[in-house]
């Protein structure tokens, strides 16, 4: 069966400091992969997807992730957090039939000012 | 505007009670998902439809029941068999040209 892992709980970053949230997927082929953000109480807002092609994609918010099928990974970045990025996140992958979405268990960015 | 909504955001039930969770898209998606929401578990599929009058089990579907009876409409019914209930519960609908689910604001069910 296809997962996801996102191998960090939680991750504290200072403000105008670089972020990296890891993502990996287990799947043979390459799969549909996208991160979603969310904030305490809310839905999730779709930050950015890759389905094929140009293996780095950008997002809304200025995020960024990459892709790499050597690596089974599809790592989030943005270059300058800002104290308004502090959500949680989410990686998922898209495989199967009817379209399911299989999840990580989420990242919680702390920003420090 | 177009959008997908969730009604209501906070619903309190009590033991043994079924409680039916709205939710309703404008979007023209077909498909339509049910996910819940724990702690530190991430998102798990309870229910999803493809077309209308249509739906499949998810990965935790027992002690839930879901209808399909319009395109725009999806509503979650939480049994009294539902062992756990309290939890975030999460709606989305997905764009078939683009395989992309987008997600309504939740519902947050607690149980007394």
């Known amino acids: 069966a296809q997962s996801v892992t996102q191998p960090d709980i939680h991750i504290t970053v200072s403000e105008g400091a670089s972020l990296e949230l890891r993502c990996n997927y287990s799947?043979?082929?390459?799969?549909?992969l996208f991160w979603y953000v969310q904030s305490p109480g809310q839905g999730l807002q779709l930050l950015l997807k890759?389905?094929?092609?140009?293996?780095l994609v950008q997002g809304i918010k200025g995020f960024e992730a990459e892709f790499k099928r050597s690596q089974s990974s599809f790592n989030l970045r943005k270059p300058s957090v800002h104290w308004s990025d502090a959500a949680e996140y989410f990686c998922?992958?898209?495989?199967?039939?009817?379209?399911?979405?299989?999840f990580g268990t989420g990242t919680q960015l702390k920003v420090e000012l | 505007d177009g959008g997908i909504t969730q009604s209501p955001k906070y619903l309190f039930r009590k033991e043994g009670q079924n409680v039916t969770l709205s939710c309703e898209q404008n979007?023209?998606?077909?498909?339509m998902y049910w996910y819940r929401q724990d702690p530190g578990q991430g998102l798990r599929l309870i229910y999803y439809?493809?077309?209308?009058?249509?739906?499949q089990k998810g990965d935790i579907a027992e002690g839930y029941s879901v209808s399909r009876e319009k395109k725009e409409s999806f509503p979650l019914t939480v049994t009294s068999a539902q062992k756990n209930p309290t939890a975030f519960y999460l709606c989305?609908?997905?764009?078939?040209?683009?395989?992309?689910?987008?997600f309504g604001p939740g519902t947050r069910l607690t149980v007394l």
């Open positions: 989305a609908s997905m764009d078939g040209y683009t395989d992309t689910q987008y």
């Open positions: 890759y389905f094929s092609g140009d293996t």
């Open positions: 439809s493809q077309i209308v009058n249509d739906f």
């Open positions: 799947y043979g082929a390459t799969p549909y």
């Open positions: 998922a992958s898209n495989t199967g039939g009817g379209n399911k979405l299989t």
């Open positions: 979007l023209n998606h077909d498909a």
